[in-house]
């Protein structure tokens, strides 16, 4: 079955530029998904088919996808942005099945 | 835009759940929907998919042939019936339509969750 890797945790301080790497094997060829997960609440779609941006999702969230890497980029790092994250793909290799990253927690600093 | 869950509680092992979906805000017949689970403390976890016209079915191996997901579009309502449950099944359960008309797509928007306990 298809493996999505992400780091544990990610720090960094306000006003900076955090970077989350998801890694999978040609993930570069699929549409990779992000989600951020605040405590308590519902994941909410941050980017989709790896670098587009759902309605009323600050333009400080970019992505991007090449080889066997995709990258979730939040620029200007605020507080409220602490949560964990999530990529997601869609496996289709055998029989369909969507696959999520074990998730990383975006630390503010 | 709002998907509600509904149906969740305590049930002990072996026994079965139906959990509900009602979707409201949208065009239900067009999309995709999905289960994503999350057990307490863990990651996100795709539990299964029922594509716009209920044609296409997935599941993820862990609950093949205990879970089955059904939609009705008249009543822009999802299903799940949940069989022959674990501890392992203990999770808060959203519902989370596909993003995009066509395809598979990512996840958006999301229900609130309901939490299924599976212990004795």
């Known amino acids: 079955s298809y493996v999505l890797t992400q780091p544990p945790s990610v720090s960094v301080a306000p006003g900076q530029t955090a970077t989350i790497t998801c890694g999978g094997n040609?993930?570069?060829?699929?549409?990779v998904h992000w989600y951020q997960q605040k405590p308590g609440q519902a994941p909410v779609m941050v980017v989709y088919d790896d670098g587009d941006r759902p309605s009323g999702i600050p333009e400080r969230f970019s992505g991007s996808s090449s080889g066997n890497t995709a990258t979730l980029t939040i620029s200007r790092v605020e507080a409220g942005d602490e949560a964990d994250y999530y990529c997601?793909?869609?496996?289709?290799?055998?029989?369909?099945?969507?696959?999520f990253g074990g998730g990383t927690k975006l630390t503010v600093l | 835009v709002q998907l509600v869950e509904s149906g969740g509680g305590l049930v002990k092992p072996g026994g079965s759940l139906r959990l509900s979906c009602a979707a409201s805000?949208?065009?239900?017949?067009?999309?995709?929907i999905n289960w994503v689970r999350q057990a307490p403390g863990k990651g996100l976890e795709w539990v299964s998919c029922?594509?716009?016209?209920?044609?296409?079915?997935y599941y993820a191996d862990s609950v093949k042939g205990r879970f089955t997901i059904s939609r009705d579009n008249a009543k822009n309502s999802l299903d799940l019936l949940m069989n022959s449950l674990r501890p392992e099944d203990t999770a808060v359960y959203y519902c989370?339509?596909?993003?995009?008309?066509?395809?598979?797509?990512?996840?958006?928007?999301w229900g609130q969750g309901t939490l299924v306990t599976v212990s004795s």
């Open positions: 805000g949208f065009t239900f017949s067009s999309y995709s």
């Open positions: 029922i594509s716009a016209t209920g044609n296409y079915i």
């Open positions: 997601q793909v869609w496996d289709t290799s055998s029989d369909h099945a969507a696959v």
């Open positions: 989370a339509r596909s993003h995009q008309v066509v395809g598979l797509g990512g996840f958006d928007p």
């Open positions: 040609n993930i570069g060829g699929e549409g």
